[in-house]
């Protein structure tokens, strides 16, 4: 199974990349796996809504280009479904046996994503209700990845 993690916007932490670096490690037993970054566009503390439609705009252009061909694609998104990790497990089995060995997520940037990118995923998915900074967000999202992939290889991790 091939994973895509896009995101927009460098993760300049040091610990969040620490973070990821690992559990792409911890992954690498059961998935190939891609990050695309993109660059995110510089945003004035007093933009106005058509500037931040604009920004999303462009945002979404590198989006659509970078999602491969023939992938199920999965937008982070807070409107979209909240699941437990073993629900989310079973997603990943669902996706594998009935529609891709590709699965795509997309992480917006600090505006989110425009409304074309969520109207072309196959499926929208809530890390929480709460919100979280996009560079941590792909941290928790890689962490229950590797969580699902314990769960359905029923190896202990999932406690």
Do not use: W
């Not at 990943?92 to 072309?120: C, P």
């Amino acid at each position: 199974m091939q994973i895509n993690i896009i995101s927009v916007g460098k993760i300049k932490e040091k610990y969040l990349q620490e973070g990821i670096k690992e559990y792409a490690k911890r992954l690498s037993k059961f998935v190939e796996l891609h990050f695309i970054e993109l660059k995110d566009e510089p945003i004035k503390d007093d933009a106005g809504p058509s500037e931040i439609f604009k920004i999303k705009e462009v945002e979404e252009k590198r989006i659509l280009k970078a999602i491969p061909e023939r992938s199920y694609v999965i937008a982070l998104d807070l409107k979209g479904k909240l699941v437990t990790s073993e629900e989310l497990a079973e997603k990943f089995l669902e996706i594998q046996n009935y529609f891709s060995s590709k699965i795509t997520f997309i992480i917006g940037g600090s505006l989110g994503l425009s409304d074309k990118v969520i109207s072309i995923a196959n499926y929208r998915l809530c890390l929480s209700k709460m919100t979280f900074p996009h560079q941590l967000a792909k941290f928790i999202l890689l962490e229950q990845i590797y969580r699902s992939f314990k769960i359905n290889n029923n190896e202990t991790y999932h406690k």
